[in-house]
């Protein structure tokens, strides 16, 4: 048995709790969203805009808690082990969705959310990517990619149950998250984690860990051909921003664009959802299957991604003024799931690494300050928008933006593909070589 092999078995449980995290996550993200209604009128709205325009101001704080966290929760991360942070994190999550239960204050509710987007990007992100890639290191792009899967996996089934028990039942929806939560505590608290253990082989504390993963980076280095450029820096930093931003504009607000654009009832217009859903848990597999065994390259997936989602973004933006039906926005939403909510995200992570090699912590944290951005600025800007011209033309408006966004993702992969030749010595189309293989 290989070394990576025998890690891999070794930390399997490890990988199973990353795995459980985001499942619980998926919930997180879209729960605002997916209960909006049932949120404002328990925080006192009546009017349907302003109660909106709460419910996305609660999202944006969410967004604040992720930008103001991951990076610093990635060097912690890198500090002091991955277990810590985990264990924080799941139990914010249960804080965070009990108040969310029990509160009928709109402030508390955007603490809540606020707190969760702290626990999301501060403590887990910044510990949990670093550590299933260090559990499965020979299929790091791969295994990263199946943490997309799970958070799929509840952006199919949540909407669907949230819509089901949208009546006076309505917060089974938030004790759902809760005892996954719970779960969450225990498996964090019992797995071990691959870093952590390095760290306790030396008796001088984290010297072990830290010696291991500075020569793998400087491997990694020697490897290149010419340093990555200042642009090439910012780029692969920015794709967390621009993949977030269409990627969390599709999630958050196929809902609203279905009932308010193409005028679904909940049920029908939470499929909309899970469509969107389906079409990302068909591209993980796919592009888990494209990269680990063969060995595409993480820019060659970026790319191709960028280009269906401006397709599938036309093909739903036309749909309406050309009275093409509602089946077509269907189809592009599924195009848009497959492309835009595929792992993209998670790969634009594994770039990061490959193209500019650095401590895990802290790059995935960097990455994700800019997906904290982004989570920012969609709904603030959105809110902004349903206040002043209404939900239906602000949802129309994000669309056109998202389409915006993929189209720079494009250029911007483009850039990064040239790139890519000049540090490795090999077009980033080709099969990767073993050596720069994940």
């Known amino acids: 048995m290989s070394a990576a092999a025998h890690v891999a078995k070794k930390y399997m449980f490890a990988i199973a709790t990353v795995y459980m995290c985001y499942l619980t996550h998926g919930i997180q993200a879209i729960i605002l969203s997916q ?31 992720k930008f103001v966290s991951v990076w610093l929760g990635g060097e912690i991360s890198d500090r002091i082990g991955r277990k810590i942070p985990a264990v924080t994190g799941s139990i914010l999550y249960v804080i965070c969705f009990a108040l969310l239960l029990i509160t009928d204050n709109f402030y508390l509710a955007c603490f809540a959310g606020f707190f969760s987007g702290v626990a999301t990007s501060g403590f887990w992100d910044g510990a949990l990517y670093p550590a299933i890639a260090e559990a499965n290191p020979k299929y790091a792009g791969s295994s990263t990619i199946g943490i997309k899967a799970v958070i799929s996996v ?12 949208s009546g006076e039942t309505w917060h089974i929806n938030i004790w759902i998250p809760i005892i996954l939560s719970g779960i969450c505590v225990v498996f964090a608290a019992l797995t071990p984690f691959a870093y952590d253990d390095k760290r306790k082989e030396t008796t001088d504390e984290g010297s072990g860990a830290k010696n291991e993963a500075e020569a793998e980076i400087q491997a990694a280095k020697d490897a290149m051909l010419q340093k990555p450029t200042a642009l090439t820096n910012f780029v692969t930093l920015f794709f ?20 308010n654009n193409l005028g679904l009832d909940e049920v029908a217009a939470a499929g909309l959802t899970s469509i969107y859903t389906v079409g990302s848990i068909i591209a993980v ?5 494209m990269m680990g065994k063969l060995r595409w390259n993480p820019i060659k997936v970026i790319l191709i991604d960028g280009i269906l989602a401006a397709l599938a973004l036309i093909v739903v933006i036309v749909a309406l003024p050309l009275n093409l039906g509602a089946g077509t926005v269907y189809f592009g939403i599924a195009v848009l799931g497959f492309s835009a909510a595929g792992g993209m995200l998670q790969t634009g992570v594994t770039l990061r690494q490959q193209m500019c090699p650095g401590p895990r912590g802290r790059n995935v944290g960097m990455y994700y300050t800019f997906m904290g951005f982004a989570s920012v600025f969609l709904p603030f800007i959105v809110g902004f928008m349903t206040t002043s011209v209404g939900e239906t033309q602000a949802v129309w408006v994000m669309m056109i933006l998202l389409l915006v966004a993929s189209l720079l993702s494009v250029l911007m992969s483009a850039y990064v593909c040239l790139q890519y030749k000049k540090q490795f010595g090999y077009s980033a189309m080709a099969r990767m070589k073993d050596e720069y293989a994940e």
Do not use: C, E, H, R
């Not at 921003?241 to 279905?258: D, E, L, P, R, S």
């Open 35 to 65: 209960n909006k209604v049932n949120f404002y009128t328990q925080w006192g709205y009546t009017d349907a805009a302003a109660g909106a325009a709460a419910v996305s101001i609660a999202i944006t704080l969410t967004g604040v808690g």
């Open 154 to 165: 509840s952006g199919i089934v949540y909407p669907l149950i949230s819509a089901m028990n």
């Open 240 to 259: 967390g921003f621009v993949i977030m931003f269409i990627m969390y504009g599709a999630q958050q607000y196929t809902k609203a664009f279905g009932q």
């Open 285 to 289: 597999l796919f592009w888990a299957f």
